[in-house]
C-alpha cells in the first residue's frame, strides 16, 4: 500500500519559516519525482517546487527564492524548507510523486500552512 504522509504545517506569522517532509512507503522512492503543490480556498491546485529522481529542482516563480525542496532517498522523504513566508503562502500543501517508469502517480493527504499575525 502506497503512503505519502505530509507533516510540518502548521501557524506562522509573516517572515517566519516552517519545513514540511513527505514521508513515503510503498513505492521505490529514488525512481520517482516528487512534488508540492499547495491549493488555497477557491483556487485551482497549483505547483510549488518539484524535485526529479536525480535531485533537479523547479520552483514556481512566487516562492522562488524563500522556498528550498530537497529529498533523502535513504529515508524515503521530501522536505520543503519554507522561509519568509507571506499570508499568501497560506493554503493546504499536498505531497506529490510521479514515476515515467511505473506509470503511476499518488498524493498525500495534505497539510495546513497558516501565515497570519
Known amino acids: 500500500q502506497v ?3 505530509e507533516s510540518g504545517g502548521g501557524l506562522v506569522q509573516p517572515g517566519g519559516s516552517l519545513r514540511l517532509s513527505c514521508a513515503a512507503s510503498g513505492i ?3 525512481l520517482y519525482a516528487m512534488g508540492w503543490y499547495r491549493q488555497a480556498p477557491g483556487n485551482q491546485r497549483e505547483l510549488v517546487a518539484s524535485i526529479t529522481s536525480v535531485s533537479k529542482s523547479n520552483y514556481a516563480d512566487s ?6 525542496i530537497s529529498r533523502d532517498n535513504a529515508k ?14 497560506t ?3 499536498y505531497c506529490n510523486a510521479e514515476s ?4 503511476n502517480g499518488y498524493w498525500g493527504q495534505g497539510t ?3 501565515v497570519s499575525s
Open 76 to 89: 524515503n522523504t521530501m522536505y520543503l524548507q519554507m522561509n519568509s513566508l507571506k499570508p499568501e503562502d
Open 91 to 93: 493554503a493546504v500543501y
Open 63 to 68: 516562492v522562488r527564492g524563500r522556498f528550498t
Open 28 to 30: 521505490v522512492f529514488s
Open 112 to 114: 495546513q500552512v497558516t
Open 3 to 5: 503512503q505519502l504522509v
Open 100 to 103: 515515467t517508469v511505473f506509470r
